[in-house]
């Protein structure tokens, strides 16, 4: 059973960072990224990494998330900086092992999800 464990969420103001952790069970998957939840909206795509390397980020967050991945430990990042209050909301670290490209910020396509944590950023 892959488990994906999250750390880092918290309260912080506008302008501030923050930084996201995620420590998968596994070290293999074909995309592994971030999507975040606001209270009474859709969940929705924030990051991801392909197996490649390659990131992609939703227009509302680049230029001020950044994405990346410890070799070492597999442990996904997320650095968030310059946050906003929309960012406000829970943010769950989520892999693929057989998602394809077209499909990477579809929510619905990642089989395992950590447990999520909450940011929230007052203004």
Same mark, same amino acid.
């Given at each position: 059973?892959?488990?994906?464990?999250?750390?880092?969420?918290?309260?912080?103001?506008?302008?501030?960072?923050? %930084?996201?952790?995620?420590?998968?069970?596994?070290?293999? *998957?074909?995309?592994?990224?971030? *999507?975040?939840?606001?209270?009474? $909206?859709?969940?929705?795509?924030?990051?991801?990494?392909? /197996? /490649?390397?390659?990131? *992609?980020? !939703?227009? &509302?967050? %680049?230029?001020? *998330?950044?994405? &990346?991945?410890?070799? !070492?430990?597999?442990?996904?990042?997320?650095?968030? /900086?310059?946050? $906003?209050?929309?960012?406000?909301?829970?943010?769950?670290? !989520? =892999?693929? %092992? &057989?998602?394809?490209?077209?499909?990477?910020? /579809?929510?619905? =396509?990642?089989?395992?999800?950590?447990?999520?944590?909450?940011?929230?950023?007052? &203004?």
């Amino acid at each position: 059973q892959v488990q994906l464990v999250e750390s880092g969420g918290g309260l912080v103001q506008a302008g501030d960072s923050l %930084k996201l952790s995620c420590s998968p069970s596994e070290r293999t *998957f074909r995309s592994i990224g971030w *999507f975040r939840q606001a209270p009474g $909206k859709e969940r929705e795509f924030v990051s991801v990494r392909w /197996n /490649n390397g390659t990131p *992609f980020y !939703a227009d &509302s967050v %680049k230029g001020r *998330f950044t994405i &990346s991945r410890d070799r !070492a430990t597999s442990t996904l990042y997320l650095q968030m /900086n310059e946050l $906003k209050p929309e960012d406000t909301a829970v943010y769950y670290c !989520a =892999a693929s %092992k &057989s998602i394809i490209l077209s499909q990477i910020r /579809n929510w619905e =396509a990642y089989a395992y999800w950590g447990q999520g944590a909450q940011v929230t950023v007052s &203004s």
